[in-house]
């Protein structure tokens, strides 16, 4: 199979040059346009997979924190992490067994918590029941929830990182 290179048509061999210089430009441009609505895809299917907020209240510093989270939970544990924020009543979505879900509906004062088991059991009832009734749950009265999800994640994410680490207080 042979492939036929178009040939650059000019009058001098100056012309000929710049036409193929701008021939190799256009496909050079094309394929950086291509390959950056990709990247901005990719993220905008990563960031509908691990953060839905039908309120639309959180800002970007709040998502990208979530994003964030996701990634390092992945990274670090090789467990997925979907929070869902509802405006009015949710149902949980079909989870796998290595997907920990926080779902939120503030307009009725409704927090989901799941756990994969092995972090639910790493974790602790305790500790998850804190999160719901001393963390999340209060936020709603108070308004303040988005920065609490963010308090919520990071305080999951050091007691992961202590239990991994074998910390004698566990």
């Not at 998502?63 to 090789?78: M, W």
């Not at 989870?95 to 799941?114: F, N």
């Given at each position: 199979?042979r492939i ?106 409704e927090v ?59």
């Amino acid at each position: 199979m042979r492939i036929n290179v178009p040939r650059v048509h000019g009058d001098t061999p100056k012309e000929k040059i710049i036409r193929s210089i701008a021939l190799v430009l256009v496909f050079a441009a094309v394929a950086w346009a291509f390959m950056a609505n990709n990247e901005r895809v990719i993220e905008k299917l990563n960031r509908e997979g691990s953060v839905y907020d039908e309120t639309h209240t959180l800002d970007n510093e709040q998502k990208k924190f979530i994003i964030s989270f996701t990634r390092a939970l992945k990274s670090e544990f090789g467990l997925s992490c979907k929070i869902h924020i509802y405006g009015g009543d949710f149902v949980v979505p079909e989870l796998d067994s290595k997907t920990m879900y926080i779902g939120l509906a503030p307009s009725i004062g409704e927090v989901e918590l799941r756990f994969p088991g092995m972090m639910r059991q790493a974790l602790g009832d305790d500790f998850i029941r804190a999160l719901k009734f001393e963390y999340l749950l209060p936020s709603f009265q108070i308004g303040d929830w988005p920065q609490e999800i963010q308090i919520v994640l990071a305080a999951i994410f050091e007691k992961l990182t202590e239990i991994q680490q074998g910390d004698p207080s566990q």
